[in-house]
Nanobody, 115 residues
Framework: QVRVEESGGGLVQPGGSLRLSCMVS????????MNWYRQTPGNERELVAS???????FYDHSVKGRFTISRHDAKNTVYLDMNNLTPEDTAVYYC?????????WGQGTQVTVFS
């Protein structure tokens, strides 16, 4: 069974920063894609950032220039560094591992940006 576990969420003021971490229980292969999604109440989950080895990372236009996705395959971990946060970034953030065998999700971590 593949486990995906996010951490690092919390409360932050506008302009602040957070680092989200996601650890998976299997070896991350170069062919695997690691994704960060977010979801707010009443809305669909949306892709925030994605990373696959040997390809440029993808960022949603709303976070480009503020968020950075990175992966440390030896630690089976992917990170999302979030800077210059705004209240619009408030959401539950989910990590997703995409492999040839399936998609695996974590339980999510809450990020709240408040004044």
């Amino acid at each position: 069974q593949v486990r995906v576990e996010e951490s690092g969420g919390g409360l932050v003021q506008p302009g602040g920063s957070l680092r989200l971490s996601c650890m998976v229980s299997v070896t991350i292969l170069p062919s695997h894609t690691m994704n960060w999604y977010r979801q707010t109440p009443g809305n669909e989950r949306e892709l925030v950032a994605s990373i696959t080895n040997n390809f440029p990372p993808f960022y949603d236009h709303s976070v480009k220039g503020r968020f950075t996705i990175s992966r440390h395959d030896a630690k089976n971990t992917v990170y999302l560094d979030m800077n210059n946060l705004t209240p619009e970034d408030t959401a539950v953030y989910y990590c997703n591992l995409a492999t040839g065998q399936g998609y695996y999700w974590g339980q999510g971590t809450q990020v709240t940006v408040f004044s």
